[in-house]
């Protein structure tokens, strides 16, 4: 069964950077594995995610300011954000899905409903 354990997570200024860690216990090879945040009073939305292909996809809001990456030797999912605004700020979820959400390729959209998730992270970007 596979776990997952997100760090990284804090207080920053606007601009400044953080870098998330979902460290996944288990099998996870050819999941796809992502990164979700909820902010207060919002739904949970998709940021970032790679696919079973290796693939990566971004939220419009996220793009060329966060990176997402995987090392497979660590069996550890990153989130690299940097040019933090406030409005990222948000509790940040890993999720790794091996269902045939991931395969088809809907996974991300659906918000990897059936997939496994983390605790989560806090993230508080001030302005």
């Known amino acids: 069964q596979v776990q997952l354990v997100e760090s990284g997570g804090g207080s920053v200024q606007a601009g400044g950077s953080l870098r998330l860690s979902c460290a996944a216990s288990?099998?996870?090879?050819?999941?796809?594995m992502g990164w979700f945040r909820q902010a207060p009073g919002k739904e949970r939305e998709g940021v970032a995610g790679i696919n079973s292909d290796g693939s990566t996809t971004y939220a419009d809001s996220v793009k060329d300011r966060f990176t997402i990456s995987k090392d497979n030797a660590k069996n550890t999912l990153y989130l690299q954000m940097n040019s933090l605004k406030a409005e990222d700020s948000a509790m940040y979820y890993c999720?790794?899905?091996?269902?045939?959400?991931?395969?088809?390729?809907?996974?991300?959209?659906?918000?990897?409903?059936?997939?496994?998730w983390g605790q989560g992270t806090q993230v508080t970007v001030s302005s």
């Open positions: 999720a790794a899905d091996g269902t045939y959400a991931c395969y088809s390729g809907s996974w991300f959209a659906l918000g990897s409903v059936n997939g496994i």
């Open positions: 288990g099998w996870t090879y050819r999941y796809c």
